[in-house]
Nanobody, 115 residues
Framework: QVQLVESGGGLVQPGGSLRLSCAAS????????MDWYRQASGVQRELVASITSGGSTNYADSVKGRFTISRDNAKNTMYLQMNSLKPEDTAVYYC?????????WGQGTQVTVSS
C-alpha cells in the first residue's frame, strides 16, 4: 500500500508561480513511476506531467515550457513547479504512483488562478 499526500496548492494571480509537492510512503519510492493529473470542474481528469523511475519526463502540450516535474528520491517526494500560471490551469491537482502493477492516488490539492 502506497499513501500519497499532496500540498502546495492555493490561490495565485495569473502569471504567478506555485510549487506542488507529493509525499509518498513506501520503501521503494525510487522505483515508482509518478504522474501529476488535474481535474477542472465539469471536465475529465487529464494527465499533466510524468516522471519515470529513471527521471525521464513528459508533459502535456498545454503546460510545456511552463511546468517542471521532478523528484527527490531521498525525500520520497515528487514536485511540480508551475510558472506563468493561467486561469485555465485552475483545477484540483492529483499525484499518482504506479508500482508493481498497482496504481495509487493522492487526495488532491486545489490550484486557483485568478485576479
Amino acid at each position: 500500500q502506497v499513501q500519497l499526500v499532496e500540498s502546495g496548492g492555493g490561490l495565485v494571480q495569473p502569471g504567478g508561480s506555485l510549487r506542488l509537492s507529493c509525499a509518498a510512503s513506501g520503501r521503494f519510492f525510487d522505483s515508482y513511476a509518478m504522474d501529476w493529473y488535474r481535474q477542472a470542474s465539469g471536465v475529465q481528469r487529464e494527465l499533466v506531467a510524468s516522471i519515470t523511475s529513471g527521471g525521464s519526463t513528459n508533459y502535456a502540450d498545454s503546460v510545456k515550457g511552463r511546468f517542471t516535474i521532478s523528484r527527490d528520491n531521498a525525500k520520497n517526494t515528487m514536485y511540480l513547479q508551475m510558472n506563468s500560471l493561467k486561469p485555465e490551469d485552475t483545477a484540483v491537482y492529483y499525484c499518482y504512483a504506479e508500482t508493481r502493477g498497482f496504481g495509487y492516488w493522492g487526495q488532491g490539492t486545489q490550484v486557483t488562478v485568478s485576479s
